[in-house]
């Protein structure tokens, strides 16, 4: 007598087409949702590296649109700069005309309400705003950093803080975003408001004009190396600009690698996985359509 | 004559078992039967022993208990992991990193909105952002850890459930022992009583691991592996639930002692084991996060200064531990305490236009905050675990499936009808039966022809 062997060969035939059926489910949904990773438990390792790359990739997008709002800012105070630069050199030609001999009283104190223009257009400079914020008064950004005050000798007084804001342009990388006035303007030896107090005085007094027009050049060489920090400030950002930009490419195919399904292969997997059903209801169909019930006579 | 009697009533006996093994030929949990001929004893006729036929002594039902043992156990191995996949599908769905709408969105946008209000730390749009941001943040963990726990109430309310099935199973499978002890003494084959029960001790190793042992007398007594008896005899020691005062889940009793930590199989572990292990395991990883979160954003707060050069305060409800070590609750209970987003100290010296502390907090991002682990990478772990508790038990799952397959196969071909088997039986009865027919009707036309003999004609 030969091995007894499990008569209910559909129960096999079941098994497998279950087996089968839950590979075709997940083919199925990786080639629908075109993600290999549709729940934590497919890849729990990915899951929790995808995590990761989400948090930093989104960071970059933070520091990203901080670079944009900055550079808005910088550009303004920049161009502010400018113009700084070349009121004072205004202002120093005034001076330089000033000092020539031929002129007469009338001709100095014209000449003192030109630089007395130019020190307004400069003090409105000072005090520009970029969304309602003072660009030049530290970071007391709500204060407006220059007034004038007779009591002075500069004719003006400084309200802002010498202190100023760092933001972080990308990880651990933070970059002052200004400069106070009290450093832009002047430091210890050399003042802007000053040093144009003194030539519209010496104008209309008569007194050194020569003296004071170079101070007023000692000013512009100095508010001009001062200025640098935007430009280089600028640069920064752009390279900062970059390399995130590069970095979010980077972790954006990473993360695509992670989760985004080969669809080549999700497809083949899928064909492959209906060629196995086919072929397991055929059999299923072929098993025991006849047993010897079938041939005994039914007399 | 009366052997070819004799004959005629066992091969019936035997096409009647044949029958009854055709007609259970798809009955689940059926194992065929095979009736036992055996010869009468002998009569003496004068010096010669003369055989006196057939009698069918019992119908032998044809199963391999050890084999049905293995297959119970691996059935209860199948239905703990089975349940368990099944409750924590519902924990990883509720951590939908693979959508990218899980709780790193929220984190990373809470973190986002400080670093965006240093770039500006007066503007109010930024600052109600931050603080929007911060409260979807608390919405987010208290949504999810509410729903851990909803979860886990569901899964026990199962186990009550279970423990009731358990104990319905239990008093049949002690019924049916009696029934077959009685017809055991009797002398008759309680194959289909046998039947029933294995059915039952199936379905109740599907609940609860069991280990089976059979006494002479038919009768099966049952025990959980670690040796809670369930069974025995007629008898069956039902099991009974009871609220934990403390954490309001049910405990397991089986007389008064606790056996809830020592089930080792079928769908009571698996629920168990959700229950009472990785679903507090994920809840107090959550918890941790949400405290850490809590706390180091408040430190930071009370370091700065407001929109009105005042001292900051809270910006999250701080967490009190109801235990002393324990951050249980710290999620659920998450809210931000602030209420007007003037309030964000996002200066480090009072004045307006400062930065400093809103940097500060942005960076709390990457500061060990939580467990010596920043936010993110114990986020990470934890998600991490949530997905390998489910993809190794479905791996395991896979695994025993496999056996248990196996298993089937092996005890189809030992206790399966094969009705390629019965129908030569059946012909092989038949014949033999007409034969004894013919036997019959042959001794009766000799004995005609002998009453003929002395009929006048």
Redesign the interface.
Same mark, same amino acid.
């Given at each position: 007598m030969g091995i007894r062997v499990n008569p209910n060969l559909y129960g096999i035939i079941l098994s497998g087409l279950q087996t089968n059926t839950q590979l075709e489910n997940q083919a199925l949904q990786q080639v629908s949702s075109g993600q290999k990773l549709n729940s934590l438990s497919d890849d729990p390792a990915a899951a929790s590296s995808l995590v990761n790359m989400r948090i930093e990739s989104s960071s970059d997008a933070q520091y990203l649109q901080n670079i944009s709002s900055l550079t808005g800012s910088l550009n303004v105070a920049d161009s502010a700069l400018s113009s700084v630069v070349e009121a004072l050199t205004s202002a120093q030609s005034v001076g330089v005309e000033g000092a020539n001999g031929t002129n007469n009283t009338s001709n100095r104190q014209a000449l003192a309400q030109e630089v007395q223009g130019i020190q307004q257009e400069i003090m409105g400079l000072a005090n520009t705003t970029y969304n309602g914020e003072y660009l030049f008064s530290g970071t007391a950004t709500t204060t407006q950093p220059y007034v004038e005050d007779a009591t002075s000798a500069s004719g003006v007084t400084y309200k802002g803080n010498d202190s100023s804001n760092s933001v972080e342009i990308s990880e651990g990388q933070a970059m002052p975003t200004s400069l106070p006035g009290s450093q832009l303007f002047s430091n210890p030896t050399t003042s802007v408001f000053q040093s144009l107090q003194d030539l519209y005085t010496a104008l209309n007094s008569n007194g050194n004009i020569s003296g004071a027009t170079t101070e007023v050049q000692n000013a512009l060489n100095y508010v001009s190396t001062q200025q640098t920090f935007y430009g280089n400030s600028v640069d920064r950002l752009n390279n900062a600009q970059t390399f995130l930009t590069q970095e979010q490419t980077q972790l954006t195919e990473t993360e695509g690698n992670a989760v985004d399904v080969n669809m080549a292969t999700a497809v083949t997997d899928l064909s492959q996985t209906v060629t196995t059903q086919q072929a397991l209801l055929a059999a299923g169909g072929k098993i025991s359509q006849l047993n010897l019930f079938d041939y005994l006579p039914s007399s | 004559m009366s052997v070819a009697l004799q004959s005629l009533l066992a091969q019936q006996g035997a096409m009647g078992v044949v029958a009854n093994n055709i007609a259970n030929s798809n009955t689940p949990g059926y194992s065929r039967e095979v009736p036992v001929l055996q010869e009468s004893p002998p009569t003496l006729m004068g010096n010669t022993m003369v055989g006196s036929g057939v009698n069918m002594s019992t119908v032998e039902s044809v199963r391999d208990n050890i084999l049905n043992l293995r297959i119970d156990q691996e059935t209860s191995q199948q239905s703990s992991l089975g349940s368990y996949v099944n409750s924590m599908?519902q924990v990883?769905?509720l951590?939908n990193?693979?959508q990218?709408t899980?709780l790193? *969105?929220y %984190? =990373?946008?809470f973190?986002?909105s400080f670093?965006?209000l =240093?770039?500006?730390?007066? =503007?109010s749009p930024l600052r109600q952002a931050a603080l929007t941001a911060g409260e979807n943040l608390a919405g987010a963990f208290s949504l999810t850890s509410q729903n851990l726990s909803t979860i886990q109430q569901g899964l026990d309310q199962s186990v009550v459930q279970t423990v009731q099935q358990v104990n319905q199973l239990t008093a049949q499978v002690a019924n049916l022992n009696q029934q077959i002890k009685m017809i055991s003494n009797s002398g008759e084959s309680p194959g289909s009583l046998m039947d029933q029960r294995d059915e039952d001790l199936t379905n109740l190793s599907n609940l609860i691991d069991t280990a089976v042992v059979y006494s002479a007398d038919g009768t099966a007594s049952v025990t959980t592996t670690n040796g809670t008896l369930l069974v025995s005899g007629n008898q069956n020691d039902a099991l009974t639930t009871q609220a934990d005062s403390a954490t309001g889940m049910h405990e397991i009793l089986a007389q008064g002692t606790d056996i809830t930590s020592s089930i080792a199989g079928g769908q009571l572990q698996g629920l168990i084991k959700a229950r009472d292990s990785s679903i507090p395991s994920t809840q107090s990883s959550l918890d941790n996060l949400a405290a850490g979160l809590i706390s180091a954003m408040n430190t930071q707060q009370n370091a700065g200064y407001n929109m009105n050069g005042g001292k900051g305060v809270d910006f999250f409800t701080p967490f009190t531990p109801t235990t002393a070590g324990s951050n249980a609750g710290a999620a659920t209970t998450m809210t931000v305490a602030l209420t007007d987003p003037s309030q964000i100290a996002a200066?480090s010296?009072g004045?307006?236009? $400062?930065?400093?502390n809103a940097?500060a907090m942005?960076?709390l991002?990457?500061q060990p905050i939580v467990s010596g682990q920043t936010p993110?990478?114990y986020?990470?772990?934890l998600?991490?675990?949530?997905?390998?508790?489910? =993809?190794n038990a479905?791996s395991e799952q896979t695994a025993v499936g496999l056996v248990l397959?196996q298993l089937?196969?092996?005890q *189809?071909?030992?206790s399966?009808? *094969? %009705? $390629?088997?019965e129908?030569?039986n059946l012909?092989m009865y038949q014949r033999a039966y007409e034969a004894s027919a013919r036997v019959i009707s042959v001794v009766d036309e000799l004995v005609s022809t002998t009453i003929d003999m002395f009929t006048p004609s």
């Open positions: - | 599908n990883q769905a951590f990193e693979t990218g899980g790193q *969105s %984190l =990373s946008s973190f986002n670093t965006s =240093s770039t500006d730390p007066t =503007s200066s010296d004045t307006t236009g $400062d930065n400093a940097t942005a960076n991002e990457n993110g990478a986020y990470s772990n998600i991490n675990q949530v997905g390998n508790d489910v =993809s479905t397959q089937s196969n092996q *189809s071909s030992i399966g009808v *094969s %009705l $390629d088997e129908a030569t012909v």
